[in-house]
């Protein structure tokens, strides 16, 4: 059986990825847990997935904080060592990027990001294992790409419904060229309905399970989000 571990910056992340897998493989292919990191002590969370038939067995953990992912992959590396690959997912969307670009997207510093963290996974014994990733800006703006969600959620947010309201249209425009913050823009979205984007469990549940093979499929092929286009391959890529 293979072995991966998949490290996440937050809650929201690991709902994401547990309900994605569903998507990605066959459900007769894979098992999963879901993990908590506590105080440096990982908690089991909802919920498992037990498969005794399963080719591939993925662990989830959710590190809770942006820049504890790379630093915890480093610091569990000798619990990895029987891993075959090992992913790591967090928001470039963080107080560290701010620092830098407060109020902007900004090309350079994400680049400065990505090889500031590639060259210090280099240093890692278990290197050639390990896939990390940006959420550009954040995870939220996957769900911007993948529009069709939103209408599943209520019927009356349509892309056409959103643009006239929010002058965004969610079909042509890249979300992660296009928003600093796309938390704010789902948050502005639901407000269209009279609720609130609070990052709740509940929320994160009800978007991610809403997403089929079709949104995931469509969001690739318009080019939009190459951040999860990458992620995307490397879950399905083992």
Known sequence: MKKVAVFVEGQSELIFVRNLLFYLLSPQKFSFECFKLHAETSHTVPYEYPNP??????????????????????????????????????????????????????????????????????????????????????????????????????????????????????????PQTEFFHPADIIEQIYYLIGKIYTKRKGQAEDITKKITEDDILDLIESGHCASFKQFYESLTTL
Do not use: C
């Not at 790379?70 to 569990?76: A, H, K, S, W």
């Not at 769900?143 to 959620?153: E, P």
């Open 53 to 174: 038939a399963a080719e591939i067995y993925f662990q989830i953990m959710n590190v809770e904080g942006d820049e504890k992912v790379l630093q915890t992959i480093e610091r569990q590396q000798y619990l990895l060592k029987d891993f075959d690959k090992i992913i790591g997912l967090r928001d470039m969307y963080s107080k560290q990027y701010r620092k830098i670009s407060p109020q902007k997207i900004d090309m350079e510093v994400i680049k400065r990001f990505i090889d500031e963290t590639s060259e210090a996974i280099q240093d890692m014994p278990h290197a050639s294992k390990i896939d990390f990733h940006f959420a550009i800006m954040e995870i939220e703006a996957w769900w911007l790409g993948m529009y069709n969600v939103f209408a599943k959620i209520d019927s009356r947010l349509t892309p056409e419904f959103i643009k006239a309201e929010l002058k965004y249209d969610l079909t042509k425009i890249d």
